[in-house]
């Protein structure tokens, strides 16, 4: 299979010395010739990955699992120490994600067709109905690798840059803007350490950097056609609450919006641009009291805070009475309830030649 990889690339029209680019078409049907050939890929159904994986700098590392089936289910399992498993994967009408800390989600728009398109099973072969424009637009360095660049565009989402070597047509980079939770953040992935694994010349090692973090995998094993049991593509069963959730609200006529009251408000904040808190509030001054209810929700980075309820109540002069809220830190479910009406006794101190002297109790103790 080396010989026949090397063959090709001595033979490929492409690679003489000139200075006209090569369509892109040219380059990315090259792509799958060096990595094993149409044939070799269409005789696979099922791929299953399993790797090791980083987070390089931060001292963090897990296990990844990948299952793969045609035409485009996917599930990742990536298993990190002392926090727990995430889940993604696609069955192909739904693209989702499951983990500890944020809780499941349904991916929508955008991020959605980004799943199914990254969930495609051999997605080198099908490219012309994935993306609506390739195009070469020059030559790039990549890690001490001349490569061409191919911009990929595809009918929902933003354009993907691919770099495959000049010399042997392996895809060395991608780099995109991908949509998220979060917002938008500029992604790249590092290919290397291509090797066999059977019939197919496969990359060993992704480094895949994004909003600053750097993730490392080094893959172990591939196999190809191996058994997958019909339910790893099923989704999570909080997944499935939240799906049904989704589609029943979907069915119910929409409410009728409520004029804002005059004494309620919505507050959000922003860090770097994006929102990633908001707040919904009334507020109340009555009997001498001042009440404040709400709900909130918050995402930091992979942690995802929901509150249900929140309610606060005061004196007249905002000193606290009770405060109550109801919420969920990912999965972990939050219940707080004080109340701070009940003045706490405290007995002074007092000498004991005053001690002896016969004193009422209002004089021996005092309230704080």
Not at 103 to 120: I, N
């Amino acid at each position: 299979m080396h010989k026949l990889a090397l063959a090709l690339l001595v033979a490929a029209p492409y690679l003489a010395a000139d200075d006209t680019l090569p369509k892109a078409d040219t380059i990315l049907d090259h792509f799958v010739e060096v990595t094993g050939g149409k044939a070799a890929f269409e005789k696979h159904h099922t791929e299953i990955v399993h790797g090791n994986l980083e987070f390089v700098g931060r001292g963090l590392k897990g296990t990844i699992a990948i299952y793969q089936a045609v035409p485009n289910k996917n599930r990742a399992v990536i298993e990190l120490e002392g926090i727990g498993k995430i889940e993604s994967g696609s069955d192909g009408e739904v693209a989702w994600e499951n983990n500890a800390m944020q809780g499941p989600r349904v991916k929508q728009g955008v991020e959605r067709a980004d799943a199914f398109r990254d969930a495609t099973f051999n997605a080198a072969l099908y490219w012309r109905k994935l993306y609506t424009k390739a195009e070469t637009t020059g030559v790039e360095t990549v890690g001490g690798h001349e490569c061409y660049k191919v911009v990929l565009t595809p009918l929902e989402g933003n354009p993907t840059a691919h770099f495959y070597d000049k010399k042997s047509g392996f895809l060395i980079k991608t780099a995109a803007k991908r949509v998220t939770q979060m917002g938008e953040i500029e992604a790249e992935t590092l290919v290397d350490d291509y090797r066999p694994e059977g019939d197919i010349v496969t990359a060993h090692k992704l480094t895949n950097k994004f909003a600053g973090q750097e993730i490392q995998i080094t893959v172990e094993k591939v196999e190809f056609n191996a058994e997958i049991g019909k339910d790893r593509f099923d989704m999570p069963d909080e997944v499935k609450a939240l799906q049904k959730k989704a589609e029943t609200a979907a069915v119910k006529p929409a409410p009728a919006v409520a004029t804002p009251a005059a004494n309620g408000g919505k507050l959000t904040l922003y860090m770097s641009g994006k929102a990633i808190s908001t707040e919904n509030y009334t507020l109340e001054k009555a009997d001498g009291k001042v009440q404040v209810d709400g709900s909130a929700s918050a995402a930091i980075g992979p942690i995802k805070i929901d509150i249900e309820q929140f309610k606060v109540v005061t004196d007249g002069k905002f000193q606290p009475q009770d405060a109550v809220a109801k919420g969920k830190l990912g999965q972990v479910q939050m219940n707080v309830k004080l109340s701070l009406r009940t003045a706490r006794p405290r007995t002074k101190w007092i000498p004991d030649k005053v001690r002896r002297k016969k004193m009422t109790p209002s004089r021996q103790t005092r309230w704080w």
